[in-house]
């Protein structure tokens, strides 16, 4: 509680100059049980004053979104740790030189489970009612979708498959993955000089990512971008799926 006093995040209401008891009001109880609820979650300090500071609910989960972003790098990181660690731990001498073989899929075969779990991806996307578990299995199929493309597919392909992983996450509410996706996709377009449709949906994704993350600046710059990308698409039909996908964004 002192440490909470000198840093300004809960102050006493009065201080027995003699005892140095430090007393406060029952109305101060719902703020100290925010923090130790925040502290719990490991959130920093810092972080905690910002949240306290505001009483609008938008701003509130946005930096909650943001500590929940950091939280699972920290987790992505953390688990390769501990597949290095379990491998140098390991009583098999063999166990950091040799992996198992990966099953062989021809590529047509592999061609087809793409578009399928691509398709899956997408008729979870647009399913209003979905259940964590259908969450999960469209993180899983969109991922697997991007993988077997970097088996068998070209430039083109990775980058709607990266533009996919990204919407998935942005549907979410997942700012950091749906960001790095969306990166990945405009520079795999951008690395292979891939215009036309592709690139305006990359721009797209780059401002949906930023809405998720609540920069709305950010958002109205890669919107422009994508809008601007508009007179690029030469199919009619290509141009109008883009121009809706943009009229979903503030």
Not at 78 to 96: C, F, N, R, Y
Not at 166 to 177: D, I, K, Q, T
Not at 184 to 198: P, S
Request: charged share 30%; proline share 4%; with cysteine.
């Amino acid at each position: 509680m002192r440490h909470y006093d000198k840093t300004d995040l809960l102050r006493p209401a009065r201080i027995d100059p003699f005892a140095n008891c430090r007393s406060y009001r029952r109305d101060q109880l719902v703020t100290a049980r925010t923090i130790v609820r925040m502290r719990d979650l490991e959130v920093p300090l810092e972080t905690i004053r910002d949240l306290l500071a505001t009483d609008d609910p938008v701003e509130q989960r946005r930096i909650l979104r943001e500590h929940r972003a950091r939280i699972e790098a920290r987790t992505f990181r953390l688990q390769g740790v501990l597949h290095i660690l379990g491998k140098l731990s390991s009583e098999d001498p063999t166990a950091m030189t040799t992996t198992a073989a990966p099953t062989e899929i021809d590529p047509t075969t592999r061609r087809k489970l793409v578009a399928d779990l691509f398709n899956h991806t997408w008729t979870l996307l647009e399913k209003p009612d979905r259940t964590q578990a259908e969450d999960d299995e469209m993180i899983h199929s969109a991922h697997a979708s991007r993988f077997h493309w970097g088996e068998v597919g070209e430039g083109v392909n990775l980058a709607r498959g990266e533009w996919q992983c990204s919407r998935v996450y942005a549907a979410l509410g997942r700012p950091e993955p749906a960001l790095w996706h969306a990166r990945r996709c405009v520079e795999i377009n951008e690395a292979n000089a891939i215009a036309d449709w592709d690139i305006a949906s990359a721009y797209e994704a780059m401002a949906r990512a930023y809405l998720a993350a609540g920069d709305l600046e950010q958002v109205d710059m890669w919107k422009a971008k994508a809008t601007a990308a508009l007179d690029g698409i030469a199919d009619k039909d290509d141009r109008e799926v883009i121009e809706g996908d943009l009229a979903t964004l503030p």
